[in-house]
């Protein structure tokens, strides 16, 4: 194993892939949780959990049940359970540590479940052929960390937007989610100037 | 609701299409004309949601304003 790997691996899927930037996945948590910076911090916590110990568990899934009984077919069903009893296990936590930022988040905690960059990256470990490498847990697990982590960021960056356009003179019409859609492109434009950097 | 959501993807996709690769369903229109690549990038997709937005608010407040009128 490479150290190297798994550097490049965190690299790329924070900057390089990021999910909601160069992927456009999981924009309903991200364009509805954006108002606050607290609450943004909370979601992006829980997301970064709930995308780590999805590609553990759906990984150990896909490689030790799936594959050896050759009915990989219903991986879709079988990591959307997986993600969902996640969600509930982090939903019932928040619930009980933090009551503020449980109502603060509403809606979109329980949504987690669907959120597309949740199961994009159990999709997509998949997809990169790690179920046949010799490290292939440790770089799913790498890798579903850096989707959270860049998911994160962008939100992260987004709130701290926000929170200044709230208090800044714009025409009408564009206040709220136009304005917001048109720094997430300028935002993504930046991102994309990550697009084709060697990392070693 | 599913309708709504096609109109809105039809336009959106007929918009990034037409500026990002100067094609309509395959076809190109104008010979010559270098289109922007941007647009059918991650960027464009927002850029082309929020003018859309911006442009049903005005729309709304417009409607609203004449009903206030009336």
Known sequence: ?200 | MGLGFTLNLSVLSIIREITGANKLLGYQLIPGMKPALLMILAPGAFFTLGLLLWGMNVIKARTARFKQTE
């Open chain 1, 1 to 200: 194993m490479d150290i190297k790997i798994l550097f490049t691996i965190l690299i790329s899927t924070i900057f390089i892939n990021n999910y909601v930037f160069s992927r456009i996945l999981g924009l309903c948590p991200y364009l509805g949780v954006s108002k606050k910076l607290d609450s943004a911090i909370g979601m992006g916590l829980a997301v970064i959990f709930v995308m780590t110990m999805a590609s553990f568990f759906t990984f150990i899934m896909y490689k030790y049940v799936l594959v050896p009984y050759h009915i990989e077919y219903l991986s879709i069903i079988a990591f959307i359970i997986v993600i969902a009893a996640l969600v509930q296990f982090v939903e019932m936590v928040i619930e009980k540590v933090s009551t503020p930022l449980y109502q603060a988040l509403g809606i979109f905690l329980p949504l987690i479940t669907t959120n597309c960059a949740v199961l994009g990256v159990a999709v997509l470990n998949i997809d990169s052929g790690f179920a046949s490498q010799d490290f292939g847990l440790l770089y799913s697990v790498v890798q579903g960390f850096g989707g959270g982590a860049g998911f994160t960021i962008a939100l992260i960056l987004m709130a701290g937007i926000r929170e200044r356009l709230e208090i800044a003179m714009i025409p009408e019409n564009l206040k709220g989610l136009p304005i917001t859609f048109i720094t997430a492109g300028l935002m993504a434009i930046s991102f994309l100037g990550f697009s084709g950097m060697k990392i070693f």
